[in-house]
């Protein structure tokens, strides 16, 4: 064991929650069973294999009220390996879920034997004319991203589409806000390949797949001929089917696949969806993609209740709203603690309601005549104007519609961590005729009331479709007794009274799976029953999720949500962090840090589970998050996960390491030195010794405290500054700690970064300042992301009063050549500054380097330009919202500008991808695929250590904008 190891029990919360009923039991701390972790290894290798139980416990949970721990998780890696398992599932009596992103709602992505991780080997897009082939791990957001370049866009549009899967999203005929009936999976897919249960692979859009389908499963080819011949024999079903689809329905199988298509591979495509894994695995997508209208128009409208609101709806139907969105009093105070939303909808009336309207259109006159339309109908609507921030008038800035838009899709986040502590959050979606939504809204909010619920509702009005949110306690035997009863009264009602749609949107799930033949009999259910048994003889593939004979089914596995640390404790496990996040595919994502957390939360304080889950903890969660809080911009009510890890870094440090972290700080100024000589001197060492004594002094002291050498790292700095002069001077500039350690890469002619942007400044006639002090100072970021409070706080305090005197009081902006070193003075440093230096922080005004650069274009002159640039926008840029202006410098000195669609943060984080290579290789993995396809002239960023990790994962050498813009400007 290293020197320096932590003690894990650092880890352990203060105070448990006590053994909770549904806590891991103490038989599962080894993990997945031997005999079954030994047979998967041997089939498919051990790297594929996960079988700690902390593996299972991280897998166990999923953005629904469910949690089911598996066996054990397989990470597929390929079609092959998928049809292995289903073969080891058959010859073994095991069952098999599939699970990509686990956005699903009601217990989808959840197992309790196998569960195979289909999201991290499958993304990929390719378009191919007006169609899309899309991998079935590839979120609808980075598939639109790609489309948005040929003016095309996917039809399902699901709120959680930054997270959600296309494999997903099919599965479950996910709709979303414009979707409907017309442009969700069922309607635009054009075809699929799938892996069914037997190992058949079938490519439903093959010229011959008919043929082969009927040579390798004649059963199933026969099969589906005679359900199809059996249903269309019977006018009465055929009536049933149809009338049911005429309104968005989820719920049980597409029957409506045997009326619609005319050959056994295009039945098992219209099967597909919605059939939630239980009758293959969808391998490969190809959507019919829809034209992308670029022009928008919204409004959000206030009404005085739900019923007013959802009586105006067919209004906006008729004049022709992609989009009307309702949300009542509930929805729209919680959205308020939503970033960008007005903070005055806190105080909105309980009763209140909104609709948001949006027209979208390929051209302005098109536009216009839609809001002309739209415009007209308010003076008869019954509006009101309850809060300051409410308009009722369509605007077309995209900032005011992003904020509607922002509020919208929090829906479930927002209300779910406005729950009451303890209590887990039920998700139902259902749809009733569209002409009958006003009665439906006012019936659902009786009948909450009469079973003591103050719930939540919103929904896509303009198809009639309505989510409601609940939240109980489900270790509290009177309160699953209350749930049980609503949703009993909640299915007769929706069925009865409304003949709507149990699920409209979020398929069957667990929850609604006991109520199938309510809503479609007897008749229509036992040919569901019948299909799977045809597609599924042996039942390998998802038991209990979309059938299920059990009248309790929707109670059982209900999950408790212990309180954790306060800044984790809202997180609804909803998964829209996990995309962001660098170390999703090597360790633990955010939500998943925060579901093992709760897990120890559940266990008593001698459990051997407990034991476990804190020994993998410490690497898993701590030494791999990157810290770059981006976590925290992807999660709709702004949990930052990174700064609970760092708090853990925090409380794993001993008083001697606390102490040492400051008095580096307190002599930063050899520090400085020593580490730039140290740089001089391994310029002449040679990579392969560097790498063998630093692999050693890792191995004897601790991996997170001696960084690895790398042959990318660059040569060290000039020792001195260029001249510049303080009288005159428009700025005052900052070299970051690590430009005047480490010097430009390797190859590099011409000024250093330093010089670059003294001259680009000069240039444009304001001059900059560098102060001669400079030695000794620092952001404070090398201490604020290691968790070193002490010498955090000795650094920032020294920076901000260095800073005060260098910008005479504030009065010249501070210019930082770093975009991490920007956002660390701007923002990080506040929490650990005294009182009298928050308010001289107060009057800084700091600007990246980039924002300067963008404000001098227009006193420059470009006077030669390259072919191409790729950009690695930092995370930092994200924080501070300075990526379009990183574009709008490395355009006026390219004639090509690309950034990745798969952009990501590259966790170098300092010296972490130092310290741990593995975390950056697997966070630039597929940002590196896209890079390295093709040639570029020049691979910019605008962070010296963001550039090494880049340079480290592509192989190609990455530098400043800064240093092209200079010689793009050079006389």
């Given at each position: 064991?290293?020197?320096?190891?932590?003690?894990p029990?650092a880890?352990?919360?203060?105070?448990?929650?006590?053994?909770?009923?549904?806590?891991?039991?103490?038989?599962?701390?080894?993990?997945?069973?031997?005999?079954?972790?030994?047979?998967?290894?041997?089939?498919?290798?051990?790297?594929?294999?996960?079988?700690?139980v902390?593996?299972?416990?991280?897998?166990a949970?999923?953005?629904?009220?469910?949690?089911?721990v598996?066996?054990?998780?397989?990470?597929?890696?390929?079609?092959?390996?998928?049809s292995?398992?289903?073969?080891?599932?058959?010859?073994?009596?095991?069952?098999?879920?599939?699970?990509?992103?686990?956005?699903s709602?009601?217990?989808?992505?959840?197992?309790?034997?196998?569960?195979?991780?289909?999201?991290?080997?499958?993304?990929?897009?390719?378009v191919?004319?007006?169609?899309?082939?899309?991998?079935?791990?590839?979120?609808?957001?980075?598939?639109?991203?790609?489309?948005?370049?040929?003016g095309?866009?996917?039809?399902?549009?699901?709120?959680s589409?930054?997270?959600?899967?296309?494999?997903?999203?099919?599965?479950?005929?996910s709709?979303?806000?414009?979707?409907?009936?017309?442009?969700?999976?069922?309607?635009?897919?054009a075809?699929?390949?799938?892996?069914?249960?037997?190992?058949?692979?079938?490519d439903?859009?093959?010229?011959d797949?008919?043929?082969?389908?009927?040579?390798?499963?004649?059963?199933?080819?026969?099969g589906?001929?005679?359900?199809?011949?059996?249903?269309?024999a019977d006018?009465e079903?055929v009536?049933?089917?149809?009338?049911?689809y005429?309104?968005?329905?989820?719920?049980?199988?597409?029957?409506d696949?045997?009326?619609?298509?005319?050959?056994?591979?295009?039945?098992?495509?219209?099967?597909?969806?919605?059939?939630?894994?239980?009758?293959?695995?969808i391998?490969?997508t190809?959507?019919?993609?829809?034209?992308?209208?670029?022009l928008?128009s919204a409004?959000?409208?206030?009404?005085?209740?739900?019923?007013?609101?959802?009586?105006?709806?067919?209004?906006?139907?008729?004049?022709?709203?992609l989009?009307?969105?309702?949300?009542?009093?509930?929805?729209?105070?919680?959205?308020?603690?939503?970033?960008g939303v007005?903070a005055d909808?806190?105080?909105?009336?309980?009763?209140?309601?909104?609709?948001?309207?949006?027209?979208?259109?390929?051209?302005e006159?098109?536009?216009?005549?839609?809001?002309?339309v739209?415009?007209?109908?308010?003076?008869?609507?019954?509006?009101?104007?309850?809060?300051?921030?409410?308009?009722?008038a369509?605007?077309?800035d995209?900032?005011?519609?992003g904020?509607?838009?922002?509020?919208?899709?929090?829906?479930?986040?927002?209300?779910?961590s406005?729950?009451?502590?303890?209590?887990?959050?039920?998700?139902?979606d259902?749809?009733v005729p569209?002409?009958?939504?006003?009665?439906?809204?006012?019936?659902?909010?009786?009948?909450?009331?009469?079973h003591?619920?103050?719930a939540a509702?919103?929904?896509h009005?303009?198809?009639?479709?309505?989510?409601?949110?609940?939240?109980?306690?489900?270790?509290?035997?009177?309160?699953?007794?209350?749930?049980?009863?609503?949703?009993t009264?909640?299915?007769?009602l929706?069925?009865?009274r409304?003949?709507?749609?149990?699920?409209?949107?979020?398929?069957?799930?667990?929850n609604?799976?006991?109520?199938?033949?309510?809503?479609?009999?007897?008749?229509?259910?036992?040919?569901?029953?019948r299909?799977?048994?045809?597609?599924?003889?042996?039942?390998?593939?998802?038991?209990?999720?979309?059938?299920?004979?059990?009248?309790?089914?929707?109670?059982?596995?209900?999950?408790?949500?212990?309180?954790?640390?306060?800044?984790?404790?809202?997180?609804?496990?909803?998964?829209?962090?996990?995309?962001?996040?660098?170390?999703?595919?090597?360790?633990?994502?955010?939500?998943?840090?925060?579901?093992?957390?709760?897990?120890?939360?559940?266990?008593p304080?001698?459990?051997?589970?407990?034991?476990?889950?804190?020994?993998?903890?410490?690497?898993?969660?701590?030494?791999?998050?990157?810290?770059?809080?981006?976590?925290?911009?992807?999660?709709?009510?702004?949990?930052?996960?990174?700064?609970?890890?760092?708090?853990?870094?925090?409380?794993r440090?001993?008083?001697?390491?606390?102490r040492?972290?400051?008095?580096?700080?307190?002599?930063?100024?050899?520090?400085?030195?020593?580490?730039?000589?140290?740089?001089?001197?391994?310029?002449?060492?040679?990579?392969?010794?560097?790498?063998?004594?630093?692999?050693?002094?890792?191995?004897?002291?601790?991996?997170?405290?001696?960084?690895?050498?790398l042959?990318?790292?660059?040569?060290?700095?000039?020792?001195?500054?260029?001249?510049?002069?303080?009288?005159?001077?428009?700025?005052?500039?900052?070299?970051?700690?690590?430009?005047?350690?480490?010097?430009?890469?390797?190859?590099?002619?011409?000024?250093?970064?330093p010089?670059?942007?003294?001259?680009?400044?000069?240039?444009a006639?304001?001059?900059?300042w560098?102060?001669s002090?400079?030695?000794?100072?620092?952001?404070?970021?090398i201490?604020h992301?290691?968790g070193?409070?002490r010498?955090?706080?000795?650094?920032?305090?020294?920076?901000?009063?260095a800073a005060?005197?260098?910008?005479?009081?504030?009065?010249?902006p501070?210019?930082?050549?770093?975009s991490?070193?920007?956002?660390?003075?701007?923002?990080?440093?506040?929490?650990?500054?005294?009182?009298?230096?928050?308010?001289?922080?107060?009057?800084?005004?700091?600007?990246?380097?980039?924002?300067w650069?963008?404000?001098?274009?227009?006193?420059?002159?470009?006077?030669?330009?390259?072919?191409?640039?790729?950009?690695?926008?930092?995370?930092?840029?994200?924080?501070?919202?300075?990526?379009?202006?990183?574009?709008?410098?490395?355009?006026?000195?390219?004639?090509?500008?690309?950034?990745?669609?798969?952009?990501?943060?590259?966790?170098?984080?300092?010296?972490?991808?130092?310290?741990?290579?593995?975390?950056?290789?697997?966070?630039?993995?597929?940002?590196?695929?896209?890079?390295?396809?093709?040639?570029f002239?020049?691979?910019?960023?605008?962070?010296?250590?963001?550039?090494?990790?880049?340079?480290?994962?592509?192989?190609?050498?990455?530098?400043?904008?800064?240093?092209?813009l200079?010689?793009?400007?050079r006389?």
């Amino acid at each position: 064991m290293p020197l320096l190891e932590p003690d894990p029990e650092a880890l352990r919360p203060a105070v448990l929650a006590g053994p909770a009923h549904d806590r891991v039991g103490a038989a599962r701390s080894g993990g997945t069973p031997a005999e079954l972790r030994d047979g998967l290894t041997a089939l498919l290798g051990p790297g594929k294999v996960l079988s700690r139980v902390s593996d299972l416990v991280r897998y166990a949970s999923d953005a629904s009220p469910y949690r089911f721990v598996p066996q054990v998780v397989v990470v597929a890696e390929s079609v092959a390996d998928v049809s292995a398992v289903f073969g080891y599932a058959h010859r073994h009596g095991r069952h098999v879920v599939l699970r990509a992103a686990g956005t699903s709602l009601n217990g989808q992505a959840q197992g309790e034997d196998i569960l195979m991780d289909v999201r991290r080997h499958w993304a990929g897009i390719e378009v191919e004319g007006d169609r899309a082939r899309i991998r079935p791990g590839t979120t609808v957001a980075r598939a639109n991203a790609t489309l948005a370049r040929h003016g095309r866009v996917l039809g399902p549009d699901p709120a959680s589409a930054i997270a959600c899967t296309l494999g997903g999203v099919v599965a479950n005929n996910s709709s979303g806000m414009t979707a409907g009936t017309t442009r969700n999976s069922y309607r635009t897919l054009a075809s699929l390949t799938v892996v069914l249960p037997s190992g058949t692979i079938v490519d439903t859009a093959a010229p011959d797949a008919d043929r082969l389908l009927a040579e390798r499963e004649p059963a199933l080819c026969a099969g589906l001929s005679a359900l199809k011949a059996e249903i269309e024999a019977d006018p009465e079903l055929v009536r049933r089917i149809r009338a049911k689809y005429e309104i968005k329905n989820t719920n049980g199988y597409r029957l409506d696949a045997f009326l619609d298509a005319s050959s056994p591979a295009a039945i098992l495509r219209g099967l597909m969806v919605g059939s939630e894994g239980t009758f293959g695995f969808i391998a490969e997508t190809v959507f019919d993609t829809l034209p992308l209208h670029r022009l928008v128009s919204a409004a959000l409208l206030f009404f005085p209740t739900l019923r007013a609101a959802a009586a105006a709806v067919p209004l906006f139907n008729e004049a022709g709203a992609l989009a009307v969105e309702l949300m009542d009093g509930n929805t729209l105070r919680a959205s308020a603690a939503v970033p960008g939303v007005p903070a005055d909808w806190a105080g909105l009336p309980r009763e209140t309601a909104a609709l948001l309207v949006e027209f979208r259109a390929p051209d302005e006159v098109t536009l216009a005549a839609a809001e002309q339309v739209a415009v007209g109908l308010l003076g008869g609507l019954p509006l009101i104007t309850p809060v300051a921030t409410a308009t009722n008038a369509f605007t077309r800035d995209p900032a005011t519609v992003g904020g509607y838009w922002r509020a919208r899709k929090a829906f479930v986040t927002a209300i779910g961590s406005a729950r009451p502590p303890g209590t887990t959050l039920i998700t139902e979606d259902f749809a009733v005729p569209p002409s009958r939504l006003a009665d439906a809204c006012e019936e659902l909010l009786a009948l909450q009331a009469e079973h003591g619920f103050d719930a939540a509702v919103a929904g896509h009005a303009a198809h009639g479709n309505l989510h409601f949110l609940l939240a109980f306690d489900p270790a509290d035997r009177g309160d699953l007794d209350r749930y049980a009863a609503f949703m009993t009264a909640f299915c007769e009602l929706t069925v009865r009274r409304f003949d709507g749609s149990l699920k409209a949107e979020h398929a069957t799930g667990r929850n609604v799976a006991p109520f199938l033949e309510l809503e479609w009999g007897p008749r229509a259910t036992e040919l569901m029953w019948r299909t799977k048994q045809l597609l599924d003889p042996n039942g390998i593939l998802a038991p209990r999720v979309v059938l299920d004979r059990d009248p309790a089914a929707h109670l059982r596995g209900l999950k408790t949500i212990p309180r954790v640390e306060p800044i984790a404790d809202p997180c609804i496990e909803c998964g829209f962090c996990e995309p962001t996040c660098p170390s999703g595919d090597l360790t633990t994502t955010p939500r998943q840090r925060i579901v093992l957390r709760r897990e120890l939360m559940r266990q008593p304080a001698d459990s051997p589970v407990g034991a476990e889950l804190l020994a993998a903890y410490g690497y898993d969660a701590v030494d791999t998050c990157a810290g770059d809080s981006l976590c925290r911009l992807a999660c709709p009510v702004g949990i930052d996960t990174g700064a609970l890890m760092r708090e853990f870094r925090h409380q794993r440090h001993s008083p001697r390491e606390e102490r040492t972290a400051a008095l580096f700080a307190e002599h930063f100024t050899a520090v400085e030195r020593s580490a730039r000589l140290a740089v001089r001197a391994a310029e002449r060492i040679g990579d392969r010794l560097l790498e063998t004594a630093t692999g050693l002094a890792r191995r004897a002291v601790r991996p997170d405290l001696v960084p690895a050498w790398l042959p990318e790292v660059p040569g060290a700095a000039e020792r001195t500054m260029p001249p510049t002069s303080r009288p005159g001077a428009a700025a005052v500039y900052y070299p970051a700690c690590v430009n005047r350690i480490f010097g430009e890469p390797a190859g590099h002619q011409g000024p250093n970064l330093p010089e670059a942007l003294v001259a680009v400044s000069a240039r444009a006639g304001r001059p900059v300042w560098i102060p001669s002090e400079l030695a000794g100072t620092c952001c404070a970021t090398i201490w604020h992301s290691k968790g070193y409070d002490r010498g955090n706080a000795v650094m920032a305090n020294r920076i901000v009063e260095a800073a005060w005197g260098w910008t005479a009081g504030g009065r010249l902006p501070l210019v930082v050549d770093a975009s991490s070193c920007t956002l660390g003075l701007a923002r990080e440093v506040v929490s650990y500054l005294t009182a009298r230096n928050r308010e001289l922080h107060a009057g800084l005004t700091v600007l990246d380097s980039i924002v300067w650069a963008a404000d001098l274009l227009p006193d420059l002159t470009v006077l030669r330009t390259i072919g191409s640039a790729v950009l690695h926008p930092t995370c930092s840029m994200r924080h501070l919202g300075d990526e379009e202006q990183l574009r709008t410098v490395a355009a006026a000195c390219a004639d090509e500008v690309v950034t990745p669609d798969d952009a990501g943060c590259c966790a170098f984080a300092g010296d972490r991808g130092l310290l741990h290579r593995e975390l950056t290789e697997s966070a630039t993995a597929r940002e590196a695929t896209e890079v390295t396809a093709r040639q570029f002239t020049a691979h910019l960023s605008a962070n010296r250590m963001c550039e090494l990790g880049m340079e480290h994962a592509t192989g190609r050498p990455y530098h400043s904008v800064l240093l092209e813009l200079e010689r793009a400007t050079r006389p």
